[in-house]
């Protein structure tokens, strides 16, 4: 755990969730991780947004399979995909391009992600290093949600290089902010990376961000459904929303006041 680069962490208060949010989910999410690429059987670390388009690191035969795999649990667990948004890394995108055949979608439901919210948590140094090094990352993140890989420091920008906790969750909360806001009872696809997929889900369901990686891991070509479309506990349905209130909110962790 003796990384150089964390600090202590500080004991945070207790609010409502997704302050920024609307007071419930309207629509259904299908996470999906990508399937196998080369990256994964050279057991390399690849997160710089400059590789994005290396056909390199393209999925293998297994991958494909496994993305063919996805769309048929996908469908057993009752989706009916309207729309597939993914990460523009070529990992993701080829994924992704698998599940719109399989789930019969037009190419004009298929939304590539070019604002970065769906790409892979940013490594900095650790890039194109091996894979062994998440391990450290992740006894980071248990001890201190702003603990970041080392950034590069020929960068012209060094702190852009590499990604904490926090970082994600402020890119989960503007991820489903703006879905929220685009679509209503509509089941949506996310294709994306291991620790974005993690942190999104726990930031949905309002816990400990810490225990990203223990409570939600993804393996690959894995599918998680998180539906928080459903009543609230106590049927108690608030005003502004025909839905109801977000029932997990009280009991969650608002990470957004963290500097």
Request: aromatic share 12%; net charge negative.
């Amino acid at each position: 755990m003796g990384a150089a680069w964390s600090t202590c962490w500080r004991e945070q208060p207790r609010a409502e969730a997704f302050i920024a949010l609307p007071s419930r989910l309207h629509n259904r999410y299908f996470l999906v991780r990508h399937g196998e690429s080369q990256l994964e059987l050279e057991q390399m670390i690849l997160s710089d947004p400059s590789s994005k388009y290396d056909f390199n690191f393209s999925l293998t035969n297994r991958g494909r399979e496994q993305m063919r795999n996805a769309a048929f649990e996908i469908e057993r667990m009752g989706g009916s995909v309207s729309w597939i948004y993914t990460s523009n890394f070529q990992r993701a995108f080829q994924s992704a391009l698998i599940l719109r055949e399989e789930l019969g979608l037009l190419y004009s439901n298929f939304r590539t992600e070019f604002s970065g919210l769906l790409d892979p948590r940013k490594m900095g140094r650790l890039e194109r290093s091996k894979v062994d090094n998440w391990k450290t990352i992740w006894e980071e993140d248990q001890v201190d949600l702003h603990s970041a890989p080392p950034p590069v420091l020929s960068s012209l920008q060094p702190s852009a290089s590499t990604e904490s906790v926090i970082d994600l969750y402020r890119r989960a909360l503007e991820a489903f902010t703006r879905l929220e806001g685009s679509y209503y009872g509509q089941d949506i696809v996310l294709v994306s990376h291991q620790d974005t997929l993690s942190v999104f889900t726990a930031a949905l369901y309002g816990t400990d961000l810490r225990q990203h990686h223990v409570d939600y891991p993804y393996e690959l070509g894995q599918v998680k459904l998180v539906d928080l479309t459903k009543p609230p506990k106590n049927y108690e349905y608030d005003p502004r929303d025909l839905k109801g209130t977000y029932a997990p909110g009280d009991n969650a962790t608002s990470y957004l006041g963290l500097r």
